[in-house]
């Protein structure tokens, strides 16, 4: 699935060749879900645990059995009580709220209508929602819509991942990695998956 941009980075970085060899071949499959879902799932992921944060977008989901996943009218309609009954903070319920009402609004796209937009006129969309960030809409953009040059300089497995593979003592500062990572166009993803690996490897 990804075998041509594994061969672009093998060809033309050495620390990827090794940690392709190492970790052999990516496997990532983006979700086919709309923005909205993905960003309630982000919100409700902030700060928790894994399994801390699915426990409470189970409960949330339970409130609404008639969708697969709370639409946003149903969101706008419950109460403040009802959703921290879920295990929401005051903090999530607004940001969740405000990712509701922009998707309403249609300043959160639908699925099909982000697929349209480039990568950067969605995250300047996105980070005006409340409790979205760059690098929430980053994911989004890889795990969500499958982009496949998206390199999230600021996330800290990535340059873990950088660190280790290069056996340096300190991590990248995000701008002068942004700038390393060009090499790795238009494959960034890519390369960002192969870091997240050889961070994961290092705590093993």
């Not at 699915?54 to 609404?64: C, G, H, N, Q, T």
Request: proline share 6%; with cysteine.
């Amino acid at each position: 699935m990804h075998a041509e941009g594994e061969a672009h980075l093998s060809k033309n970085c050495a620390v990827m060749r090794r940690l392709i060899k190492a970790h052999g071949p990516c496997p990532l499959v983006p979700h086919r879900r709309s923005p909205y879902e993905a960003l309630v799932s982000a919100v409700a992921h902030q700060q928790l645990h894994a399994n801390a944060a699915e426990a409470i977008l189970k409960r949330f989901k339970a409130l609404f059995p008639k969708s697969r996943f709370p639409r946003p009218g149903e969101v706008m309609d419950a109460t403040d009580e009802a959703l921290r009954g879920c295990g929401f903070s005051m903090g999530k319920i607004l940001a969740i709220r405000d990712i509701a009402t922009k998707t309403l609004s249609g300043q959160i796209p639908g699925r099909a209508a982000a697929l349209k937009l480039e990568d950067e006129e969605l995250i300047e969309r996105l980070v005006a929602v409340r409790g979205v960030g760059r690098w929430t809409v980053e994911m989004l953009l890889i795990f969500t819509l499958g982009r496949p040059d998206v390199f999230p300089s600021d996330d800290y497995g990535v340059r873990n991942g950088w660190r280790v593979a290069k056996k340096l003592e300190e991590m990248p500062k995000p701008k002068e990695f942004r700038v390393l990572a060009e090499r790795w166009q238009p494959h960034r993803t890519l390369a960002a998956w192969y870091l997240w690996r050889a961070a994961d490897a290092a705590k093993g």
